[in-house]
């Protein structure tokens, strides 16, 4: 019974994960799979749908009305723009690679969703096609690596303290020695000019 409740929730946990953020969540969905609390095919198909639908629910907002928001945003119509020359080159290209593109990827989405000549139907295909690759790619390199982040996380939670005191020295000496002279440099001008 638990385990069932485990595995069903590991699923729910896969999918929303993959709908609310992506990659970090994709890695954790494996790195759970592989500690065996759920199947790592069945929570690869969740976070598929997860990351398909919530790019689906971009490209619709955006064919609804993306140009309103864009209107009344004249920075953000200028990067579309901007951004559109690439994109009209190779947009078959760009819509199925999308997914592998981070930091670009809702980018895409919306702008291929302002685009008259891409249909929903043709931008389904592609996304479809580039998240199973991004699922598989992702997907696939975070189960090969997961014994070695589990190793990791095992190691930080033994040695907790010792590696949050090791980050805070770091913290200190980067802010002693190249914030801190920064800072009072700052300081002396600005006294300086007064």
Not at 117 to 135: M, N, R
Request: hydrophobic residues 45%; charged residues 20%.
């Amino acid at each position: 019974m638990i385990e069932t409740l485990y595995e069903s929730c590991g699923y729910l946990a896969s999918f929303l994960g993959t709908f609310i953020e992506g990659e970090i969540l994709l890695l954790t969905s494996v790195i759970s799979a592989k500690l065996g609390y759920f199947n790592f095919f069945g929570g690869m198909v969740a976070a598929f749908f997860g990351a398909f639908l919530r790019d689906t629910i971009l490209f619709l907002i955006a064919k609804k009305r993306g140009r309103k928001l864009l209107a009344k945003n004249e920075k953000l119509q200028a990067k579309m723009e901007k951004a559109s020359g690439w994109f009209d080159k190779k947009p078959s290209f760009y819509l199925t690679i999308y997914r592998l593109m981070y930091g670009f990827s809702t980018a895409i989405i919306i702008l291929s969703g302002l685009k008259e000549d891409i249909s929903y139907s043709k931008f389904a295909f592609h996304s479809a096609i580039g998240t199973g690759l991004w699922v598989v790619i992702f997907g696939g390199l975070g189960y090969f690596f997961a014994e070695i982040m589990i190793k990791q996380l095992n190691f930080m939670s033994d040695h907790s303290l010792e590696v949050m005191g090791a980050l805070s020295l770091l913290g200190l000496a980067y802010w002693y020695f190249f914030k801190y002279p920064q800072d009072k440099h700052c300081v002396t001008e600005g006294l300086k000019t007064t």
